[in-house]
Every structure is written in structure tokens, then in C-alpha cells.
């Protein structure tokens, strides 16, 4: 079973061996932020931190970027951000408010804040799109989280409800190789970003600039020229190179394959996540995946149709999805038109199960929705986790998963910056882990059914034609 699929990927996307040993999993928020803070803390050479972005009151993890480089000083740090949602506060206190006065305290060399700009919001769409909507148009949204030669893998974002009562997924790979390269991917990004600089003449604090150092064009004066520039440099990044074909040493036992979803600056689009993630889920649809189980989850449940339809039409004996239950969607009680989405996402379930049906896997595939509380009240958590899961026939635990930023939609598609790594390993203990990972993304999580959508608490009316609409403008949540 594995072998075709591996075959497919060494032709797609760099690949990387490492030992399972060297990949832990993390399972709440709270130890997410410990153990990013304790590695920041412990850095000796490089921090670099790629995020939708980090939170306007995070001072406590910029307080251990700080006391990083006050007593390391050859170590430096780069963050990168999506500039759209990292100054959409401004002149509020916002993530680039924050942040800048590192600049302050130490001096160029040692610290960069870049701010990705999308450039398909430009002109008249740029001048009088509101703030709140024009993210919808694109946005910087991998995380990687760099420290030294490791690195952590997420859906989340460094603010603090992805650090106290919002669940996701947490991969640490400790590899200088793997870290290198997703630091590679970081570099090439922010260099197709603003650069941020104090400016105390402003009421902000600073501005943001394209440095003479950038060989792009800005996205705002010149997006074909940026969209051409930016594919130059990314596409080679995200290819199989001579030496991933090389013979692992015989004690490495997992081969990670780095997936990146950069369609908005790639014409063509050679973008290796969808292809890699189909790959995966044809594989499923096979004969020989015959008794293989899988586990999917979003929490924003509005998976591509190409992805639904492949997952519908595998052999496997049993399918699982686990997506955010109404009462655990983050925009649960928003105000305005934003409160009607988890409304949505309501409504795209129930078709998801009207589809599993129609295709006769009812006995086969179950939808599960997670809830711990309710969004808004004392202990109500959100979900945001996301990721793939496969256990191969005969066996218990999971060989392959996975993790990343992407939510698989439209959006995921088409207008964001994703990334993700795929592991597929023949690691006891790793699959073990994978195993109690998928353990506990359930411990919350219960099935439904028809019948459950026919309740009147879950009906729904005109309104939520709005919020369809919303969700189909912006391609899924963010």
C-alpha cells in the first residue's frame, strides 16, 4: 500500500528521513505555550516564528523572545506575519505595535518583523474594502515555529486562546535538516514581505516598508511582477531535489515530506499540498486499503469537494471525521453577520452526511462534532485542530498523518499561504503517539446524526443564506 504512494511523493515534494524517536506530540494549548517559551528561552543561534499572528497582549512570550537575545548574543530571530490581520487594529494596540519595540532594543542584524501582503487586494479593492472582510481576499497563514534545530508544527496561532482553552495539534521534529528547510521557506516568504521599522511620528509607532533588499516588486505597485518574482524563488523549494532520492541510513524509520500550498504566487500553480493530500486519499480507494482505517478533522468543517469526493469513495472499512460543534466554533456568539457562520458550518455537516448516505457508506464513515463547554462561558473551549489520520489494514495505530495549517477548503486552495508536513512512519512508538493523538482529539467528541440536525436548536433559516455567502466569499473560515 505504501509503496506506490511513496513513489508518488518522491515525485512530487522534497522528502526527509528522520527517526520517529525525534517527533513528540503535544496534546493541550497550555503545554503548546510552555514548551514554545522554554525552547524561545533556551535558543542559542535562530527563532524564527511564521503566523497568521501573534496576539496584541502577548507580552509574556515577547518577553522570552526578549530575554533570549539580552543573554545570547548571536542569536536572532525573524518573525512573519500576514499584514492585513497583523495591523487591522491600527492605531490600536495591534501584532505589529507589539512587536516593534524589539527594534528598539536590538539592533537590525538580530531582529526582523516581515509582514506578508496578499496581492490580490490592490486599488480600489484595497482602498475601500473594510478591514474586517478584506482578509477574505488572502492571507499569510503557515505556522512554523522554529527554535535552534528544532521546530513545531501547528494550526495554531500565538495568542492566548491557542494557548489556554482553543485545541489543536502540536508536532515537534527535532532535525537540524528539517528545520533548516522549513527555515528556508520562512527566509523566501518574508522576503516577499514588509519589512516593519519604528516611526515615532506616526500614531501607530511605525510603517511599514519594502526594502531595496526585496528583489520583488511590492504587491501593491506591481502584483504581476511580485506574483512572477515570488514563484522564481518559491517553486524550487517546494520540488524534489537529486539528493532526496538518496538511501536513508538503514536506522532512520520515518520519511517526512514537506507540503506547501502557495497557489496565490505560482503561475503556474505547482503547489504540492492538494496533489500530495489526493495522493494519500487515492491510495485509500484501492484494493489493497482494505481494511485500513482514517480520521480527518477541521475545525472549520467546508473540506474541498475534490477532497470530500475522495474520501467518500474509499475501501477503507471505517472513516472518521471530527470537526467543531456549533457550541465550539470560534465565531460562536460573534457579533454582526460573523455569528451566523457556525450556523453554516451546521449546514454544511448535515449535507456531508446526506452525501455519505447517497454514496451508502453510512455503516462505514461517522461524523463527530467536538464540544467542552460552550464558547463564551466559564470553561468553553474552541477547536481549530486539523489534520489526516491512516492506520493500515491489520493494524492498531496510525502510519501516516498530517499536520499543519491548512483547513482543506477552497480558500486553503486558492488564496492563502499553507504548510504542512506529511509523516509517514514505521515507528512503534510514533504510531503509538499518533494513536493516543487521535484518543484524545476524541475525548470530547461525540457522533451525530440525521436526527441531530432535525433538532430545533439546529435548524436552519434564511438567514443562514447569509452566512453561505460569507462562507463562499471567503473560501472558508480563517
Known amino acids: 500500500m505504501l509503496g506506490g504512494l511513496t513513489s508518488d511523493l518522491d515525485r512530487l515534494a522534497p522528502k ?19 514548551t514554545l517559551k522554554s525552547k524561545i528561552l533556551g535558543a542559542k543561534r535562530r527563532i524564527y516564528l511564521s503566523t497568521l499572528y501573534i496576539g496584541k497582549a502577548e507580552h509574556e512570550l515577547i518577553s522570552a523572545v526578549r530575554t533570549a537575545l539580552q543573554t545570547q548574543p548571536d542569536l536572532k530571530v525573524s518573525f512573519l506575519a500576514d499584514a492585513l490581520r497583523g495591523t487591522r487594529e491600527t492605531p490600536e494596540p495591534s501584532c505589529a505595535s507589539l512587536l516593534t519595540p524589539l527594534l528598539a532594543e536590538f539592533c537590525p542584524d538580530r531582529v526582523e518583523i516581515r509582514m506578508y501582503h496578499t496581492p490580490n487586494l490592490t486599488g480600489l479593492r484595497k482602498k475601500y474594502i473594510p478591514k474586517r472582510i478584506n ?25 492566548n486562546d491557542y494557548f489556554t482553552n482553543r485545541q489543536d495539534r502540536y508536532h515537534i521534529f527535532e532535525s537540524r535538516e528539517i528545520t533548516d528547510y522549513f ?16 516611526d515615532t511620528d506616526t500614531e501607530a509607532g511605525y510603517t511599514l516598508h519594502w526594502p531595496d533588499s526585496n528583489q520583488a516588486p511590492s504587491p501593491l505597485d506591481s502584483p504581476s511582477g511580485f506574483i512572477s518574482h515570488a514563484g522564481a524563488a518559491l517553486t524550487p523549494l517546494i520540488k524534489p531535489t537529486p539528493s532526496d532520492k538518496a538511501d536513508p541510513p538503514s536506522t532512520h524509520d520515518t520519511v517526512i515530506y514537506p507540503l506547501a500550498q502557495l497557489t496565490p504566487l505560482l503561475r503556474p500553480d505547482t503547489s504540492t499540498e492538494h496533489p500530495g493530500l489526493s495522493a494519500v486519499l487515492r491510495t485509500l480507494s484501492e484494493p489493497t486499503s482494505n481494511g485500513a482505517r482514517w480520521m480527518f478533522t477541521a475545525g472549520y468543517f467546508n473540506i474541498h469537494p475534490s477532497l ?41 455537516s448535515r449535507r456531508f452526511l446526506e452525501s455519505v448516505q447517497r454514496s451508502g457508506r453510512g455503516s462505514n464513515i461517522r461524523l463527530k462534532e467536538w464540544r467542552k463547554g460552550t464558547v463564551g462561558e466559564s470553561g468553553g473551549w474552541t477547536y481549530h485542530a486539523k489534520g489526516l489520520w491512516v492506520t493500515l489494514p491489520r493494524e492498531k495505530d496510525p502510519s501516516i498523518t498530517l499536520i499543519g495549517s491548512s483547513n482543506y477548503t477552497k480558500r486553503s486552495y486558492s488564496l492563502d499561504l499553507e504548510m504542512n508536513a506529511l509523516v509517514i512512519t514505521r515507528n512503534e512508538g510514533l504510531k503509538r503517539r499518533l494513536g493516543q493523538e487521535q484518543e ?11 436526527d441531530d440536525f432535525a433538532k430545533v436548536e439546529r435548524r436552519v433559516g434564511i438567514r443562514v443564506r447569509v452566512a453561505m455567502w460569507i462562507v463562499t466569499l471567503l473560501g472558508g473560515a480563517l
Open 16 to 34: 526527509f528521513h528522520i527517526d520517529g524517536s525525534n517527533i513528540q506530540i503535544l496534546e493541550t494549548p497550555d503545554q503548546f505555550f510552555q
Open 135 to 159: 482578509e477574505g481576499w488572502g492571507l499569510q497563514h503557515m505556522k512554523l515555529y522554529g527554535v535552534d534545530d528544532e521546530i513545531i508544527m501547528s494550526g495554531a496561532n500565538l495568542s
Open 183 to 198: 527555515a528556508k521557506v520562512h527566509d523566501s516568504v518574508a522576503r516577499l514581505s514588509y519589512i516593519v521599522r519604528t
Open 308 to 348: 470530500k469526493a475522495l474520501l467518500l469513495a474509499s475501501s477503507a472499512t471505517h472513516g472518521t471525521v471530527v470537526t467543531a460543534s456549533p457550541w465550539a466554533n470560534g465565531f460562536y456568539g460573534s457579533a454582526g453577520v460573523s455569528g451566523l457562520l457556525p450556523s453554516a458550518y451546521t449546514l454544511l
Open 440 to 450: 484524545w482529539l476524541q475525548e470530547h467528541a461525540r457522533e451525530v446524526g440525521m
